[in-house]
């Protein structure tokens, strides 16, 4: 089955450094979402993407859609420990009522 | 408001045994879906459904199966447990077929031995 690429899949940083990761497709997505998931609990969706070269922020969290709408890419800045968890991707096409998510990107922050 | 319940959080099943894992939302949502996350594989589609009484396969829906008699209530059948489906399943659903995004569940963590 399709899954997107994610990119670190785990990544060390320490506290009140950037991150970065990104999400890339060999399919087209009209939509791109980013979800975080704390241990022991479901994913949470952060932020929401809707067109090609759209850059949207929640709080510390900015992403951007991919003008290919290939790709998409989440920064997070200035980390804090409670960043810590698993940040999914999952992208979205029109008439397929499917979401296809990402492998995930596992963050770590070292106080 | 409670969102999206999964029962139960944790289940053993020997091989061979069936079960039955609950999912219930109370926000009047159309669409639902199981998911299953396994270490390095992300989130896989198991079977969704975009309305009561319409269901319809994911990604990987081999012994699994659905039913959604009613808007609130998406229960996903194991038929009979296998070690490989040991995994963490959860259930998510959306407003609609669109693309606002899901609201999950926290879970269920099944072993199978």
């Known amino acids: 089955g399709q899954q997107l690429n994610q990119s670190p899949q785990s990544m060390f940083i320490q506290e009140g450094e950037d991150v970065s990761m990104n999400c890339t497709s060999s399919s087209i997505f009209n939509t791109w979402l980013w979800y975080k998931q704390d241990p022991g609990e479901g994913p949470v969706l952060l932020i929401a993407?809707?067109?090609?070269?759209e850059l949207t922020s929640n709080g510390r969290l900015t992403a951007q859609f991919g003008i290919t709408r290939k790709d998409s890419f989440l920064n997070i800045s200035a980390s804090i420990p409670s960043d810590v968890g698993i940040y999914f991707c999952?992208?979205?096409?029109?008439?397929?009522?499917?979401?296809?998510f990402g492998t995930g990107t596992r963050l770590k922050v070292l106080a | 408001n409670a969102g999206v319940t999964q029962t139960p959080k944790f289940q053993v099943l020997k091989t061979g045994q069936s079960m039955t894992l609950q999912c219930a939302q109370d926000m009047n949502h159309e669409y639902m879906s199981w998911y299953r996350q396994d270490p390095g594989m992300g989130l896989r589609l198991i079977h969704y459904s975009v309305g009561a009484g319409i269901t319809d396969q994911g990604e990987v829906p081999n012994g699994y199966n659905v039913s959604r008699s009613t808007t609130e209530d998406f229960p996903l059948r194991l038929l009979s447990a296998a070690p490989s489906q040991t995994s963490v399943y959860f259930c998510?659903?959306?407003?609609?077929?669109?693309?606002?995004?899901?609201?999950f569940g926290s879970g269920t963590r099944l072993t199978v031995v």
């Open positions: 998510a659903s959306s407003r609609d077929s669109s693309n606002y995004g899901y609201t």
């Open positions: 999952a992208g979205f096409t029109s008439g397929t009522y499917k979401y296809i």
């Open positions: 993407l809707y067109k090609a070269g």
